[in-house]
Every structure is written in structure tokens, then in C-alpha cells.
């Protein structure tokens, strides 16, 4: 009995706190409340949301950069003063193996640029330089993306790559294709139509990601909020 007693006052004494409070200062509050909230409301419509996915890209060239490896074990020396650009059958340097030295010989024409340095010590099989065609060189970016990710990827998607420059490298989907040593992955080329060559570097590996959607904050809430009632 006590209990409810003590219940009672206290209620009580809610109440008459409550009814203290002057009811402008209650309509104030409540429009205060409903002004912050309209606020927020209009913020978020003009606050951006990017849906992505992300991928892992190599850049590639077209026609392809020829890679020049070691026959077998041995010392690269380079061929003297050797410009950096070379012509087919010129020779890059030489391979000094079992007291005899051998010429590297380039199969095409291009820029060469080397991995080893001369007097180096390789093994059969390393990189000791790679020649970049003289001919219009064609950049894409080749990468790997689930049956799930391309089910959300649109033909011509935007896809902007990281890189240690002040600027990203923007590119667009250009192609998918199923990969045949994989039914659940699929390859997709890249097309770098408006970006410079000085930007890009053969072989390089960059992280990116693939705009699926923009939008803003509210748009995309209003869009969760139908998706939840389909679904329901």
C-alpha cells in the first residue's frame, strides 16, 4: 500500500512539473524540434550517396608491351649507351654465360625500359627489360568482378582508380565477359577514352571502384523505404 502511495506522488509531482512548464515554451520547443528536422530533411536532399562496387584493375596496352626474360643463368650487361627507344632486331644488351656473351635482341620496335641493371646477376627466366610498341598504344584496364557484382554493373559504368597523383583516373566499363576458367567470375575491360597516357603505366595495379548509382541521401532512404514495403 505504501508502494502505490509513493507511485501516486510521484506521478503527482510529474504532473505538476509538466503543468509549470508554460505552454509557449512547449509549442517553441516542438517547433524548434520540427525546424531541426525540416532542416536535416532539406540537407539531405542535396548531400550526394555513391553506391560502388570495388575492383582491383591492371593496365594494359594494346598492342601488347613485349617482355624480354633471360634464356638461362647468367650476367646482363647492357649494350653500351643504348637510346631508349630501339628499333626490331636491335640489340638491348648481352648475356655473359659459361664465358660466352650472347646478345638479347628485341623482336619489335619501341621504347625500352629496363627492370635489370647491368652487371647484374639473373636467373633463367627474369624480367630483364620490357619494350613498349612505337606504334598508337591503345590503354584499358582489365579486372575481375563476381556474377553478383555484374547482375549491378551497367554497360558504360564510370569507374574512378586510385592513384598516388593528385588526380584519379576516371574510366568506363566498356566490356563483360564471362571467364572460362570460372563460371563465377566475370572480366571486364575498361576504357580510359578521356584520360591521358602520362597517367597511365603499363602493368600497374590500381584499386578502384565501379559507380553503380548517385544519388542523394534522401533519394536513396525514400528508395530503401519502397524496396522494404515491396519486399513486405
Do not use: W
Request: proline letters at 5%.
Amino acid at each position: 500500500m505504501t508502494m502505490e502511495r509513493n507511485i501516486e506522488l510521484r506521478s503527482e509531482k510529474v504532473r505538476n512539473i509538466i503543468g509549470q512548464i508554460p505552454p509557449m515554451l512547449l509549442r517553441y520547443g516542438a517547433a524548434i524540434i520540427g525546424a531541426a528536422l525540416l532542416a536535416m530533411v532539406s540537407i539531405s536532399a542535396f548531400i550526394p550517396y555513391q553506391e560502388s562496387v570495388p575492383v582491383e584493375v591492371t593496365i594494359s596496352t594494346t598492342p601488347a608491351i613485349r617482355e624480354i626474360n633471360a634464356v638461362e643463368d647468367g650476367i646482363f650487361v647492357h649494350a653500351g649507351a643504348i637510346e631508349k627507344s630501339i628499333e626490331a632486331g636491335g640489340t638491348v644488351g648481352y648475356l655473359y654465360h659459361r664465358e660466352t656473351l650472347s646478345p638479347i635482341i628485341t623482336p619489335i620496335s619501341g621504347r625500352v625500359v629496363f627492370n635489370a641493371k647491368s652487371r647484374e646477376a639473373v636467373s633463367v627466366g627474369s624480367l630483364i627489360c620490357i619494350v613498349i610498341p612505337r606504334d598508337s598504344l591503345y590503354y584499358y584496364g582489365a579486372a575481375e568482378i563476381s556474377v553478383g557484382d555484374k547482375s549491378r554493373i551497367a554497360a558504360n559504368s564510370k569507374v574512378i582508380l586510385q592513384t598516388t597523383a593528385t588526380e584519379d583516373i576516371i574510366g568506363y566499363m566498356r566490356e563483360i565477359s564471362p571467364l572460362a576458367s570460372s563460371g563465377n567470375r566475370h572480366k571486364v575491360v575498361i576504357d580510359f577514352r578521356d584520360t591521358p597516357h602520362s597517367l597511365l603505366t603499363p602493368y600497374e595495379k590500381l584499386s578502384g571502384k565501379v559507380i553503380i548509382s548517385q544519388t542523394t541521401i534522401l533519394k536513396r532512404f525514400i528508395n530503401s523505404l519502397k524496396i522494404s514495403r515491396n519486399a513486405d
